[in-house]
C-alpha cells in the first residue's frame, strides 16, 4: 500500500470494520495503487462501514463473512456472495430480505443486557427456510435469567430440522449477582430438555446424533 497501515485506520475507518485484509504486490508502476481485497466485515447499528466507500479495499462480490452487532431488518446489504453470518444482538435483521443466498453457516449471540438489540421474537428464525445452502446453525445466549417460552421452543425446534448441525447453549458469566443461579439453570436445562423432545417428535424417526453438556444447558444435534 502506498500508504501507513495506523494512519489508513485514521480516516474515520474504525479497526472492528477490517478483520482480514490482504494486499497483493502490484506489477503495474509504483505510482498506481496496488489491488487489496477485504473478505470480512463487520457492521454495526445498522451503520455501513467507510471500507464500503474504498474501492480499491472492498468489493461487495468478495465479503464472504459478515458480522453484524446491534442490527435489525432496516439494515442495508449488497453482498451477494456471504457464506458466514454472525448475528449479535441482532435477531431481527434475519426479517431483511436482503440476506445472501449462498449463507451457509449462522451465528446467533444474544446478551441479557441488550434485550433491547436482541428482540426477543423468535419467529425471525422462520426466514432461514428460505436459505437453500445453510447447513449449521448455533444460538448462544448470554446471562438470560429466563429461557424463550414454549411458542418460541416450538420455532427454534422446527428451525433445527432444516440444519444439518444445530447448536443451542445458555452462559453465565457473572454469577456474583443478587439471583438465584442454581433456579436459573434449572430453568434453562429444563428449556433445553422440552428442546430435544420437540426436536425428537418433529423428526420422525430420522437418525440423529444429540449432545447435551454436563449442566443441561446446552444441547448439539447433528442429522
Known amino acids: 500500500m502506498p500508504w501507513i497501515f495506523n494512519e489508513f485506520l485514521g480516516l474515520s475507518v474504525p479497526d472492528r470494520c477490517i478483520n482480514d485484509l490482504q494486499v497483493f504486490t502490484s506489477s503495474t508502476p509504483a505510482n498506481t495503487i496496488g489491488s487489496s481485497r477485504l473478505v470480512k466485515l463487520n457492521m454495526s447499528d445498522n451503520i455501513p ?49 436482503l440476506l445472501s443466498t449462498n449463507i451457509r453457516s449462522i451465528r446467533i449471540i444474544l446478551h441479557c443486557q ?7 421474537d423468535w419467529t425471525a428464525l422462520r426466514t432461514l427456510s428460505t436459505l437453500p445452502l445453510l447447513n449449521s446453525l448455533r444460538v448462544l445466549l448470554y446471562d438470560m435469567l429466563d429461557p424463550p417460552n ?4 416450538a420455532i427454534i425446534a422446527e428451525t433445527a430440522l432444516i440444519v444439518i448441525d444445530f447448536g443451542f447453549a445458555f452462559r ?39 449432545a447435551v453438556e454436563d449442566d443441561g444447558c446446552g444441547i448439539f444435534i447433528w442429522f
Open 114 to 120: 441488550c434485550l433491547r438489540f436482541a428482540n426477543g
Open 49 to 97: 462501514s467507510p471500507a464500503t466507500l474504498l474501492s480499491h479495499v472492498m468489493s461487495p462480490n468478495q465479503i464472504v463473512e459478515l458480522h453484524l452487532l446491534r442490527c435489525d431488518r432496516q439494515i442495508s446489504l449488497n453482498l451477494p456472495i456471504v457464506t458466514h453470518l454472525t448475528l449479535i444482538d441482532s435477531l431481527d435483521a434475519l426479517n431483511t430480505r
Open 172 to 210: 453465565y458469566r457473572y454469577e456474583t449477582v443478587d439471583y438465584d443461579i442454581n433456579l436459573v439453570y434449572t430453568k434453562h436445562s429444563s428449556f433445553i430438555e422440552r428442546l430435544r423432545n420437540r426436536i425428537v417428535t418433529l423428526s420422525l424417526n430420522e437418525e440423529l446424533h444429540i
Open 150 to 153: 414454549d411458542t418460541s421452543c
